[in-house]
T-cell receptor
Framework: DAKTTQPNSMESNEEEPVHLPCNHSTISGTDYIHWYRQLPSQGPEYVIH???SNVNNRMASLAIAEDRKSSTLILHRATLRDAAVYYCILTTSGSRLTFGEGTQLTVNP | GAGVSQSPRYKVAKRGQDVALRCDPI?????LFWYQQALGQGPEFLTYFQNEAQLDKSGLPSDRFFAERPEGSVSTLKIQRTQQEDSAVYLCASSRSPWDREQFFGPGTRLTVL
C-alpha cells in the first residue's frame, strides 16, 4: 500500500474552517484517497473519499491536488464534536484499510 | 438502523486463557474485516471475509489467532493462549460489497491480558 504522511496534531477554534493535509507522493493511478476519523473510545468512521476530482458531502470536502500527490480534508466549520484522530488512507476498491498514525485534531471552544 | 455491534465490549483475560470476540455486521453486508488497534496507534488489518470465505488472513500475527464466519454473517475472532502483547482493541468492520468504499466499524472490544 502506498504511504501517506500527515501532521501528528493540529488545533482549530470552534466554528472556524479546518484544513487537514495529507501527502501521498507514491500514489498509483488506481488508488483512491479515503479519510476516516476516530472519536475517543469509538471505532473509526468514514468521512469521504475521492479519486481525482474534488468531492463534497455533508461532513466535509476533499480537495485533491492536480498531480494527486497530496490532498486536503476540509471541515467547513469545526465543532467540538469534530475533535478526533483523522486518518488519510490510500486503497484500491473495497480492500483492507492501512491506517497510519493520523492527525489528532483539537478543537478549542 | 442497527450498526455493527461487537461483544463483549471489554474482556479481561489471564495470560494463557482462550478468548472469543464476536462481531455482528450490518445485515446483508458481504465483506467483513477485523483490525487490531494497540494503544496510541492506528488500527492494523488482521483478516478479511467475503461472505463465509476467508480471503485474506495475512494480518493475523500468529497461529494463536483464528477467525471464522461460518454462515456469512456473524464472525468470531478467537485468540488461544493469550499473551500480554495481545492486549489491544479489536475492531470489526463491514461493507455492503467487495467494491464498496465505505467500511462501517463497530465500537470494538478492549482486551486486557494480565
Amino acid at each position: 500500500d502506498a504511504k501517506t504522511t500527515q501532521p501528528n496534531s493540529m488545533e482549530s477554534n470552534e466554528e472556524e474552517p479546518v484544513h487537514l493535509p495529507c501527502n501521498h507522493s507514491t500514489i498509483s493511478g488506481t488508488d483512491y484517497i479515503h479519510w476516516y476519523r476516530q472519536l475517543p473510545s469509538q471505532g473509526p468512521e468514514y468521512v469521504i473519499h475521492g479519486l481525482t476530482s474534488n468531492v463534497n458531502n455533508r461532513m466535509a470536502s476533499l480537495a485533491i491536488a492536480e498531480d494527486r500527490k497530496s490532498s486536503t480534508l476540509i471541515l467547513h466549520r469545526a465543532t467540538l464534536r469534530d475533535a478526533a484522530v483523522y486518518y488519510c488512507i490510500l486503497t484500491t476498491s473495497g480492500s483492507r484499510l492501512t491506517f497510519g498514525e493520523g492527525t489528532q485534531l483539537t478543537v478549542n471552544p | 438502523g442497527a450498526g455493527v455491534s461487537q461483544s463483549p465490549r471489554y474482556k479481561v483475560a489471564k495470560r494463557g486463557q482462550d478468548v472469543a470476540l464476536r462481531c455482528d455486521p450490518i445485515s446483508g453486508h458481504v465483506s467483513l474485516f477485523w483490525y487490531q488497534q494497540a494503544l496510541g496507534q492506528g488500527p492494523e488489518f488482521l483478516t478479511y471475509f467475503q461472505n463465509e470465505a476467508q480471503l485474506d488472513k495475512s494480518g493475523l500475527p500468529s497461529d494463536r489467532f483464528f477467525a471464522e464466519r461460518p454462515e456469512g454473517s456473524v464472525s468470531t475472532l478467537k485468540i488461544q493462549r493469550t499473551q500480554q502483547e495481545d492486549s489491544a482493541v479489536y475492531l470489526c468492520a463491514s461493507s455492503r460489497s467487495p467494491w464498496d468504499r465505505e467500511q462501517f466499524f463497530g465500537p470494538g472490544t478492549r482486551l486486557t491480558v494480565l
